[in-house]
């Protein structure tokens, strides 16, 4: 176990935009009327299914299908990956990949040398966690088939950070090859809410709306138990996982399933390094400010440790 807490005053950049999320409201419009949960308002700005097309001008960007499923991949232009990262991303399960994923991943590849295969998995309301789960462990095993050499790594934020942790268990059970690490941004790991230190949180949250995100999680579930590890990991067995990491700030509601996550992974005796950032809000680390650079540098020293072991 490896704990790191960062507590250095916040930049002016991250207050900024504490302050228009709060301005905005964008907590209050969570919360779906439609009972199909279609995509949040707020979000239609940002929601971008498919990578920019000028991120071309920084990396080499790639469509590809499997299985009816879109799979993006990102990789640098002017050397081979020495690692390949499979990135989940994040928006309850009802949202496309975003804007500020793309550039997050676009700065990965950037500072790494990785390749990330991002897949564009199947969301609320047409789909559901049983959809979407023979897709990503098929695309897993294609992964590791391509290239049984070279490490793999899991990589999601929020939703995407939950996804990935219950793909991993989910390989894990069915014997299947692990990933060298599996790296969690801003995990929602629980989609029940039910840790009562939310509540706690919640009032200096501006960004996650708690009744939406209940209501996301049993559209995801579809009538299965809650609280089925593919679906909140954090009731899953912790043993037999490859290493982890988990970034998180205490602004976010999901900091307090985060560190019951951490107190597990110590009962379990699980490998996990955990980044605790105070004052970050949700998702911070895909942004661009000091204290997201200092994730991203955090981050990339992951992916090099990674590839130096498997060398």
Same mark, same amino acid.
């Given at each position: 176990?490896?704990?790191? &807490?960062?507590?250095? +005053?916040?930049?002016? $950049?991250?207050?900024?935009?504490?302050?228009?999320?709060?301005? +905005?409201?964008?907590?209050?419009?969570?919360?779906?009327?439609?009972?199909?949960?279609?995509?949040?308002?707020?979000?239609?700005?940002?929601?971008?299914?498919?990578?920019?097309?000028?991120?071309?001008?920084?990396? +080499?960007?790639? $469509?590809?299908? #499997?299985?009816?499923?879109?799979?993006?991949?990102?990789?640098?232009?002017?050397?081979?990956?020495?690692?390949?990262?499979?990135?989940?991303?994040?928006?309850?399960?009802?949202?496309?990949?975003? &804007?500020?994923?793309?550039?997050?991943?676009?700065?990965?590849?950037?500072?790494?040398?990785?390749?990330?295969?991002?897949?564009?998995?199947?969301?609320? !309301?047409?789909?559901?966690?049983?959809?979407?789960?023979?897709?990503?462990?098929?695309?897993?095993? %294609?992964?590791?088939?391509?290239?049984?050499?070279?490490?793999?790594?899991?990589?999601?934020?929020?939703?995407?950070?939950?996804?990935?942790?219950?793909?991993?268990?989910?390989? &894990?059970?069915? /014997?299947?090859?692990? !990933?060298?690490?599996?790296?969690?941004?801003?995990?929602?790991?629980?989609?029940?809410?039910?840790? %009562?230190?939310?509540?706690?949180?919640?009032? %200096?949250?501006?960004?996650?709306?708690?009744? /939406?995100?209940?209501?996301?999680?049993?559209?995801?579930?579809?009538?299965?138990? !809650? &609280?089925?590890?593919?679906?909140?990991?954090?009731?899953?067995?912790?043993?037999?996982?490859?290493?982890?990491?988990?970034?998180?700030? +205490?602004?976010?509601?999901?900091?307090?399933?985060?560190? $019951?996550?951490?107190?597990?992974?110590?009962?379990?005796?699980?490998?996990?390094?955990?980044?605790? #950032?105070?004052?970050?809000? %949700?998702?911070?680390?895909?942004?661009?400010?000091?204290?997201?650079?200092?994730?991203?540098?955090?981050?990339?020293?992951?992916?090099?440790?990674?590839?130096?072991?498997?060398?």
């Amino acid at each position: 176990m490896m704990l790191f &807490r960062y507590t250095e +005053t916040p930049s002016i $950049r991250s207050l900024l935009l504490e302050k228009m999320l709060w301005a +905005t409201k964008i907590k209050e419009v969570q919360v779906p009327v439609d009972p199909t949960l279609k995509v949040r308002d707020y979000s239609k700005s940002l929601s971008c299914p498919n990578p920019p097309e000028y991120l071309k001008l920084r990396v +080499t960007v790639l $469509r590809k299908d #499997f299985e009816g499923m879109p799979v993006h991949v990102l990789e640098p232009r002017d050397m081979n990956p020495a690692l390949t990262v499979l990135f989940l991303h994040g928006g309850a399960y009802v949202m496309n990949a975003t &804007r500020p994923h793309w550039r997050f991943l676009a700065s990965l590849v950037e500072n790494t040398g990785c390749r990330v295969v991002a897949p564009d998995y199947p969301l609320v !309301p047409a789909s559901c966690y049983a959809d979407a789960y023979p897709l990503l462990k098929g695309l897993y095993r %294609h992964l590791v088939a391509d290239a049984p050499s070279a490490p793999l790594l899991l990589m999601g934020d929020s939703a995407g950070g939950g996804l990935a942790l219950g793909l991993a268990m989910a390989v &894990r059970d069915e /014997g299947q090859a692990l !990933p060298a690490g599996i790296l969690l941004l801003s995990p929602w790991l629980d989609v029940t809410m039910s840790n %009562h230190h939310i509540d706690e949180i919640d009032p %200096h949250d501006p960004f996650l709306n708690v009744e /939406g995100l209940k209501r996301a999680g049993l559209a995801w579930a579809r009538g299965a138990n !809650p &609280r089925k590890p593919w679906i909140s990991p954090i009731y899953g067995v912790l043993a037999g996982l490859p290493p982890l990491h988990l970034f998180i700030g +205490t602004k976010d509601v999901l900091v307090a399933d985060a560190r $019951r996550f951490r107190g597990l992974c110590i009962a379990s005796g699980a490998d996990l390094c955990f980044y605790e #950032f105070e004052n970050m809000v %949700h998702d911070w680390m895909l942004l661009d400010f000091k204290e997201a650079k200092m994730a991203m540098e955090q981050i990339a020293g992951i992916l090099a440790g990674i590839v130096e072991k498997n060398s």
